[in-house]
């Protein structure tokens, strides 16, 4: 599983860096997030972000993989 229950923070990050607003305003909270992320509610931005911050995820996990495999093989 790429995210584990740990990606709001990350899509919020994005979200920042884009400076995706609500429409008050305000950046989004975590809580909506969630909300969008479980299907409660919809917003196309933020399901980008969340595509975008599994994306990132899944690019960082195979980084880790192949220097751990590296790693490995130098000790063999």
Known sequence: M????RY???V???LKNKSILNRNGEHH???YVRMIFQGIRQ???I???IWQAAKNRKQKLALH????QKILN???
């Open 2 to 5: 790429i995210f584990q229950g």
């Open 8 to 10: 709001s923070e990350d």
């Open 12 to 14: 919020l990050r994005i």
């Open 29 to 31: 909270n975590a809580q």
């Open 43 to 45: 917003n196309l931005d």
């Open 47 to 49: 399901e980008a972000a």
């Open 65 to 68: 993989k192949l220097h751990k």
């Open 74 to 76: 130098e000790k063999s």
